[in-house]
T-cell receptor, first 120, second 109 residues
Framework: DAMVIQNPRYQVTQFGKPVTLSCSQT?????MYWYQQKSSQAPKLLFH???????NEADTPDNFQSRRPNTSFCFLDIRSPGLGDAAMYLC???????????????????FGSGTQLSVL | GQNIDQPTEMTATEGAIVQINCTYQ??????LFWYQQHAGEAPTFLSY??LDGLEEKGRFSSFLSRSKGYSYLLLKELQMKDSASYLC??????????WGAGTKLIIKP
């Protein structure tokens, strides 16, 4: 009963060739996130959507774009992948944004299984 | 700057107990999370602490001291499947999640 589904599991692309990673969720959560995680490093938030409201992190390169056509789906587009973009890309969801929920609610992230991107 | 410190790697024996520490310096505090991440897989939620003290959940417990900027994750009766990375993440005053790089836990028979 996968709740956050990422496709593909492994993606190989060529230097400079655009690539799209996809994420879907069956949780009906309002918020969807994209993280980049390199080996033995902390996940790095790229951006998130609250419903259709897009929020970009200040240090996310312009090379990374995202689309959320509906509640269930979210896409990560890398326009011109470089060797430094090889990483695990994690999609996550949450029911709401932290700070908008009641104090009794423990909000947590639900992650997909990730897409491991290789750039040749 | 904001910072989360965890040991890079720890080794423990099957059946034993291990404590994974996390210290943090953040602008404000709105809770601390522990996630487990098996190699090549996504993180999964383990625990959330916002008040001082110990939260126990089966074989796993998590402790928080806000005055010391310190938390630990305690794993009892270790099993081979507990071999994973354990990520500490703190929510700051802006409700941004600050992640540690994780502690790789190796369990030996």
């Amino acid at each position: 009963d996968a709740m956050v589904i990422q496709n593909p599991r492994y993606q190989v692309t060529q230097f400079g060739k655009p690539v799209t990673l996809s994420c879907s969720q069956t949780l009906n959560h309002n918020v969807m996130y994209w993280y980049q995680q390199k080996s033995s490093q902390a996940p790095k938030l790229l951006f998130h959507y609250y419903d259709k409201d897009f929020n970009n992190e200040a240090d996310t390169p312009d090379n990374f774009q995202s689309r959320r056509p509906n509640t269930s789906f979210c896409f990560l587009d890398i326009r011109s992948p470089g060797l430094g973009d090889a990483a695990m890309y994690l999609c996550a969801t949450s029911r709401g944004l932290y700070g908008t929920l009641s104090p009794a609610t423990n909000e947590k992230l639900f992650f997909g299984s990730g897409t491991q991107l290789s750039v040749l | 700057g904001q910072n989360i410190d965890q040991p890079t790697e720890m080794t423990a024996t099957e059946g034993a107990i291990v404590q994974i520490n996390c210290t943090y310096q953040t602008s404000g505090f709105n809770g601390l999370f522990w996630y487990q991440q098996h190699a090549g897989e996504a993180p999964t939620f383990l625990s959330y602490n916002v008040l001082d003290g110990l939260e126990e959940k089966g074989r796993f417990s998590s402790f928080l001291s806000r005055s010391k900027g310190y938390s630990y994750l305690l794993l009892k009766e270790l099993q081979m499947k507990d071999s994973a990375s354990y990520l500490c993440a703190v929510m700051d005053s802006n409700y941004q999640l600050i992640w540690g790089a994780g502690t790789k836990l190796i369990i030996k028979p």
